[in-house]
């Protein structure tokens, strides 16, 4: 089997298109949660705080000298992420969890047993007549 069949295969698996599908729409996700956060989130929670704005809070390590530019550890921009990821966490716990309900909901449904085949048909016969000979 050559290469390009081999990825072919591989390429066209529906699991490996369904994965696609999920990181696309993770990354558009993504994208929402963060816009959601930075501009509705948290610019109410910075005026209850006094107006700040979390995405300049910065601690400065070394002053900008001529050419170089300062060395700062930007804690604002790491505090919004972590709300953007507790967000995205919260949303992706809910649909996990609205899905394993979901199937639990399927797997209880009760079932009608599968027909017998006409094997089986046969052989319950034979042994229906085999008792009456008996």
Partial sequence: ????????????????VDMAVGIITGAAFGKIVSSLVADVVMPPI???????????????????????????????????????????????????KTMNVMSKREQQAPTAPPEPSKEEILLAEI???LKEKA
């Fill in 46 to 96: 910075g005026v209850l705080l006094g107006g700040m704005d979390f995405t300049s809070l910065a601690i400065t390590i070394k002053q900008a000298v001529g050419d170089a530019p300062a060395v700062v550890i930007g804690y604002g921009k790491f505090i919004q992420t972590v709300v953007d990821f507790t967000i995205v966490a919260l949303a992706m716990f809910v649909a996990v």
């Fill in 1 to 16: 089997m050559s290469i390009l069949s081999e990825f072919k295969a591989f390429a066209l698996r529906g699991n490996v």
């Fill in 127 to 129: 042994r229906d007549l």
